[in-house]
């Protein structure tokens, strides 16, 4: 096998795998957090959790204003903003070629900073950068079979993941609700116990306590509330 043919393997294993490899660095954030020493740990203000919060957030606004705006489609064809023979370069997709992508980024963003370890916040956010562009090369060389010049003339001026506001196309379909609770509730749901479970863990750390702040506290116990609440109404729709 020639390099080339290494290469292409190594791309087209990473997409196959994108949605529970970035899921390592959660463990290796607690690892990071047992192993510090606590005056080495950002210390944990609220400006603090609220930077890492509002980037994490974005992340989460990204993906609702994309996930929201298109047809009903399985898994995959969000991920990669296709919906049968379409190329989709409407709303989020007018903007940025990878909104989904872009989403995903800030919403790791988060919760890598508020991890609080220097050393760990830069090489984890290079990974996954890393990572999140050898599986956008796949991606987009999947695209390019599919669209041919359509596409690559479409990502001639748009960005894959810098956003360029001035190229805002407004969107072709109505806003769904819905299709975003349906498809975004769970992710919520982790991010949020993410920061949680890290925030448990620098306190013990830091303050050699098991407990979380009331902030989080609150905020996760609500999130358990709202995601059981919509668990139990989708399946009784899909009854």
């Given at each position: 096998m020639t390099l080339s043919e290494q290469?292409?393997?190594?791309?087209?294993?990473?997409?196959?795998n994108r949605h529970w490899l970035p899921l390592l660095l959660y463990p290796a954030a607690l690892l990071?957090?047992?192993?510090?020493?606590?005056?080495?740990?950002?210390?944990d203000s609220f400006v603090f959790?609220?930077?890492?919060?509002?980037?994490?957030?974005?992340?989460?606004?990204?993906r609702v204003l994309t996930v929201g705006y298109?047809?009903?489609?399985?898994?995959?064809?969000?991920?990669?903003?296709?919906?049968?023979?379409?190329?989709?370069?409407?709303?989020m997709y007018s903007t940025?070629?990878?909104?989904?992508?872009?989403?995903?980024?800030?919403?790791?963003?988060?919760?890598?900073?508020?991890?609080?370890?220097?050393?760990?916040?830069?090489?984890?956010?290079?990974?996954?950068?890393?990572?999140?562009?050898?599986?956008?090369m796949s991606e987009e060389e999947e695209l390019k079979q599919r669209f041919g010049e359509r596409y690559t003339d479409w990502a001639r001026y748009t960005n894959?993941?810098?956003?360029?506001?001035?190229?805002?196309?407004?969107?072709r379909y109505r806003f769904s609700l819905m299709q975003v609770i349906r498809r975004?509730?769970?992710?919520?749901?982790?991010?949020?116990?993410a920061f949680v479970t890290i925030n448990l863990i620098r306190n013990r750390v830091i303050e050699f306590t098991w407990g979380l702040s009331p902030l989080w506290s609150t905020v996760?116990?609500?999130?358990l509330l709202f995601t059981i609440f919509i668990r139990v109404i989708i399946k009784l729709i899909n009854k």
């Open positions: 290469s292409a393997a190594l791309h087209r294993r990473l997409y196959d990071a957090l047992l192993i510090a020493r606590p005056f080495n740990i950002i210390p959790t609220l930077l890492c919060a509002v980037i994490s957030l974005s992340g989460v606004a990204v298109l047809p009903r489609k399985s898994e995959e064809e969000v991920e990669s903003g296709v919906h049968s023979t379409t190329l989709i370069t409407q709303g940025v070629r990878h909104p989904i992508a872009l989403g995903n980024l800030l919403a790791w963003y988060g919760i890598i900073l508020y991890v609080g370890v220097t050393w760990f916040i830069i090489g984890a956010a290079m990974l996954y950068t890393l990572f999140t562009y050898l599986v956008l894959a993941l810098i956003p360029n506001r001035k190229l805002w196309v407004s969107n975004e509730y769970v992710g919520f749901f982790c991010l949020v116990l996760g116990a609500i999130t």
